[in-house]
């Protein structure tokens, strides 16, 4: 599968990220610090966006300080479901739920281990039929 990684900064976490995913046998789509360009956070937030939307990837794990920022920035993008997690039962939730295509991390918050529980999570999870209506929904608002 190919996967979308992108941070406005390059760490621990979002080298652990990358190495996992490759682990995994995913091919992965650097943005921002971590592929190598200077992008903030809105400009990354967006282009992973664009990636998961336009069908380039199938999905997308997105790091910042917060999460935040980047959360709303890939949101913005028609077609995406960031979700911001913690732990891997609401990474769990928000595929099951959701429908979540972009997994959202806080670079300060979240270490490798529950990151890779998360991932776990995130690619063991599918959407459940009984919420299609509803997540249907959320494009019709845009």
Do not use: Y
């Amino acid at each position: 599968m190919r996967i979308a990684l992108g941070s406005d900064e390059r760490t621990t976490l979002t080298d652990a990220l990358a190495e996992d995913l490759r682990g995994r046998g995913h091919e992965v789509v650097l943005i921002g610090p971590p592929g190598g360009e200077e992008l903030g956070w809105a400009d990354v937030g967006r282009r992973v966006g664009e990636l998961v939307a336009g069908g380039e990837t199938a999905t997308a794990v997105l790091c910042c300080w917060t999460g935040t920022g980047v959360s709303i920035a890939a949101n913005k993008v028609a077609g995406v479901r960031a979700a911001l997690c913690t732990d891997a039962e609401t990474a769990r939730g928000a595929r099951r739920w959701n429908d979540a295509n972009v997994l959202v991390l806080s670079n300060r918050l979240v270490s490798p281990p529950v990151a890779a529980e998360m991932l776990d999570a995130w690619f063991a999870t599918d959407p459940d039929p009984s919420e299609t209506a509803a997540i249907a929904s959320l494009d019709e608002t845009r």
